[in-house]
């Protein structure tokens, strides 16, 4: 069976990874300066230097984080994926029992903060709560990958105002 994808990236922290990258970059060439100067023989600079490699790193390593991809992938049965530049990671992957509820515009807004959200709103885009026993998860699934998930699991939509 082919998979079916749906990506949402999440890249509003985009300006700040580019700010501390930079910063982390001008560090760079201070430690440059630093280990030039310690080779020269002045051995206090390699303190200096110590300190500038564990700045360089605290700045550096935040933005690992900082811009992801949510990906969904349907190929027999939905698995969440988060993308990060150096690593993939599963969120979870929907089995055994659980509920998909459709969720109105009032409910879009307030998204409970125990429900995981795993799309960028687009929109007008459908969200759905999925509630299973690893947790919930807010998705914003298109109208096939909506009709993929209840065909193939055999579930019902609930509406929002509790009816199948």
Known sequence: MNSYNLTYVFDKK??????????ALGVDLVNIAF????????????????VGIVVMLALRLPTLKLTYTIKYVFKDGLSVYRIYP???????CLFGQFEITALDDKQKQSIPENVKKLYYA?????????????????LALDDYMLA????????KLIKSDGNA
């Open 86 to 92: 150096h690593k993939q990671e599963l969120v979870f």
């Open 35 to 50: 280990l030039v100067s310690a080779i020269g023989g002045d051995y206090i600079k390699f303190a200096f230097l110590a």
């Open 122 to 138: 687009e929109g007008g885009s459908d969200i759905f709560r999925i509630d299973c026993e690893i947790g919930s998860y807010a």
């Open 148 to 155: 993929l998930i209840l065909s193939f699991y055999d579930k």
């Open 14 to 23: 985009k300006p700040l990874k580019t700010a501390l990258l930079a910063i």
